[in-house]
Every structure is written in structure tokens, then in C-alpha cells.
């Protein structure tokens, strides 16, 4: 059976149609039974109703406090049949904190994508920070979700460059590019049961026919590092 | 005329080795007229000795304060012939934090090398750190050296994957390769005059014959991106 997932969204939802495209080609074994927006004029509700997916609007404004929001959201998720242990929570692009009320009822099955090198720059400006900041590498972050913000076990990350002077306007595209290739993977191991939780360590079993997470430390810089600006010639 | 540097270190040496290395290579375009280490078994002195560099240990426990203990760095570099504007003070691996008596004597000419991507994991366990907290990319960062540890502009960086539940024991080997690399550059383009400080944002001015700078944004992800664990088929 496929994983039963429920999308929460607040914007545009491009993690969203990356999950449905994926779902589409047959590369992620996962069915999207709801799409919550906490925001009524979330683009991604329009993505969800274009292929019909069932949506819901719920304004964290109308319930008195976040543990009230959340139980109307586990609620409507479990109406739709994503419940737990098999049924999991992706939030995509989803700004809102959430509370033990939805973590209790969804353990170790709720997963975030943040785009920035967790833990460099939480929050919700990611990628506006990390230009300020001046880094020269930057990226995105899948995790687990747990009661602090963008803080929860790292499934999977991607760092890409990051050129001097630019601004998260320009820097967020490309570490949106990534976003939507790690985000619908880490759902993927997620949906293969592939993903073992240790602490604060994520270990990747193996898969049939897959590649496996295996000890890099002979593995030569080139191929698997990226390094920003270039290493120029007799570097 | 080469670029007049002092290296700082307090231990193996091994970033001052590759320092070293670079130079005899003919890539790096430095004279290092001094070695200082603030420990007197410190292999780096050994290192240094070996290829008639002059030396001196100054442990900083003979002096009442920080900043007597870097008002004498700064008395016998000047002695050696680095001194400001054009000579440079290099921390590889020194485990001092400076104060404004060193600053102001080389002013935007003080770099360090640390063992993490720069914010996170700032202080003297970068790699430790970075793998406890399960990272899945990690790496290293040079950077000017301003008051606060491990904070100044970064100049480059480099990233490394990290496997589930390695220590920072098994991870420090994989960064110190990537150091070994990125730290020389860094000093050459110091020489070149090529590093051109705005705020927080260090530009790299085009070198004669050298890449340059670009702006990435059109580039496509597998060639200028590390993603950790790998994508597999479909993703």
C-alpha cells in the first residue's frame, strides 16, 4: 500500500507539486490523501484541487490556542485515513510551530524541509540569513519534526554555492531546486521503512537494489565534496 | 615579493604542513618567516624546523593577559618582517582567542581555518559537535578573524558528507583533507590581492588567468551540489 500522507502548506506549495510529480512518474510509493493550508489563498490548495486531491482550509486564527489548531488538523488527517503508525505528516512549506498534539499523534512520522544547513539559520528566513551571513555554502535540510523548531533528526541535505553579495531572492531559487529533489526522496525512504531513528541520527538501511549509506572516508574529495569559490589550478 | 606571513599553531600542524607544501609546490605565493606556537611540544614547531623556518613558543601562561600575550606575537612577527599592510597572520589550528592588540596591528589581514560550516559548530569541537548533532553534510570554513571566536567574513568553504552515527573522530580526517585544500587558496588569493571585504561579504576579485566569482543561479544541481545520502534512482 502506498504511504498515506497528509501535505501542510501556508504558500506556494512547490515542495507539494514536487511530491505530486514524483507520485506521478512512479518514483515515490505515496498517497496524498489531504492537503491542509492554514492560509485561504494558498496556491498549493490550487495545486491539490488540479489533481485532485481532497483540501482544507483551516485559519489557525479561528482556534484559541496552537494545541486547538493542531487537533483539528489530526482530526481531518485521520477522517482522511492518514493515522498512525503507517500514515505520516510532511510539512511543506508549512509556517506554523507545531504542538505535542499533533507529534503525540503521529510519532517519529512527521517530516519538515527547511531550506538552509541545519543547524545554520532556522527560522523563517533561511535563505535570506545565510546571504546576509556571507556564507559561501548553503542548502537545505530534511528532518524529522520535534517540539523546537527546525530542530528535529536530519534525514537528508543538499548544499549547494552561494556567491558573494547575493541575496536570499536569488540564492532561494537554487536551493529550491534542491528542495524538490531531497524532499520527495526523503519521503521515499520514509514510505520503504528505510529510515532508523537513533537519537539524533538517521540511518538509511539498505534498500533492494538501492545504494547504500555506506562509510565515505576514503572516498576522494572531487566527487564528494563541494567546495565555494573553486579551488583554482595547483589547489 | 611573496606575502610576508607569521603561522599560528598549537598543535600537529598539519594545515601548516599543506601551507608549506603549496609554497615548495610554486602555487603559493608566501614567505612564512615565522612559526609560533603557543605550546612548546607542538609538532607544528618540529614541522616548521624541518623546513628552516624560525620559530618561537610563547605559552601564553607567562603572560598576565590576553593581551600582553598577543602584544608579544605581535612584537616578534614585526621583528620577523610581517608587518601591516601587506604581511598576514595565519591561524591553522591555533587555539587562542586573539584580541584588538593583534587585530589592530594587522588589520583584515588575520585568518583562521575551522573545522565546520561556519555558523554552525563554532568553538574547538567543530567535528565532534557536527556529528553528534547528525548533520548529514559537514565541512570547513576560512574566514577573516574579527573579536568574536570563529565569526569574521567567510572567504571559502568546503562540504563534506557525514554518515549516520560516525564520530568526530572518523569525520575530522574527511574535513582535514578538504582544509589541506581550501586553506592554501585562501592565503594565494590573500596574496593576489584578490579578497575584497564588504560587511560580511567577501568578493573575489577575476585573477589573471583564473576563474572567476560567476554568478551560479543558472547552473543545474548535479554539478554544483553535494547531496547527503545520495539520491537514488527516480529522485
Known amino acids: 500500500m502506498p504511504l498515506p500522507i497528509a501535505v501542510l502548506v501556508s504558500g506556494g506549495g512547490s515542495n507539494l507539486q514536487s511530491i505530486i510529480d514524483r507520485i506521478e512518474q512512479g518514483a515515490l510509493d505515496a498517497e496524498i490523501r489531504l492537503v491542509i493550508s492554514n492560509k485561504a489563498g494558498a496556491y498549493g490548495i490550487e495545486r491539490a484541487r488540479k489533481h485532485g486531491i481532497p483540501t482544507l482550509v483551516l485559519s489557525h486564527k479561528d482556534y484559541p490556542n496552537r494545541e486547538a489548531f ?3 488538523m489530526v482530526d481531518a488527517m485521520h477522517k482522511h485515513g492518514v493515522t ?3 500514515g505520516a505528516v510532511i510539512m511543506a512549506g508549512f ?3 507545531v504542538t505535542p498534539v499533533l507529534l503525540d499523534a503521529f510519532p ?7 531550506p538552509a544547513l541545519l543547524p545554520s539559520f532556522p527560522g523563517i528566513h533561511g535563505q535570506g540569513d545565510a546571504a546576509d551571513y556571507g556564507v559561501k555554502i548553503s542548502g537545505c ?8 523548531m527546525d530542530h528535529g533528526p536530519v534525514i537528508i541535505q543538499a548544499a549547494v554555492p552561494v556567491n ?4 536570499g531572492g536569488h540564492l532561494g531559487p537554487r536551493i529550491l531546486k534542491l528542495e ?5 526522496q526523503a519521503i521515499q525512504w ?6 532508523q531513528v537513533d537519537g539524533r541520527h538517521v540511518h538509511l538501511k539498505v534498500g533492494p537494489e538501492r545504494q547504500v549509506d555506506q562509510p565515505m572516508a576514503d572516498v576522494e574529495p572531487p566527487v564528494h565534496a563541494l567546495v565555494w569559490p573553486p579551488l583554482e589550478e595547483g589547489f
Open 180 to 184: 524538490h529533489r531531497i524532499f520527495p
Open 141 to 148: 535540510t530534511v528532518h524529522f519534526v520535534d517540539e523546537k
Open 108 to 114: 517519529g512520522r512527521v517530516i519538515n524541509i527547511h
Open 70 to 72: 493542531d487537533k483539528a
Open 84 to 86: 498512525a503508525p503507517e
Open 95 to 97: 509556517m506554523r510551530i
Open 164 to 167: 558573494a553579495g547575493e541575496d
Open 190 to 195: 520514509l514510505a520503504e521503512n528505510r529510515l
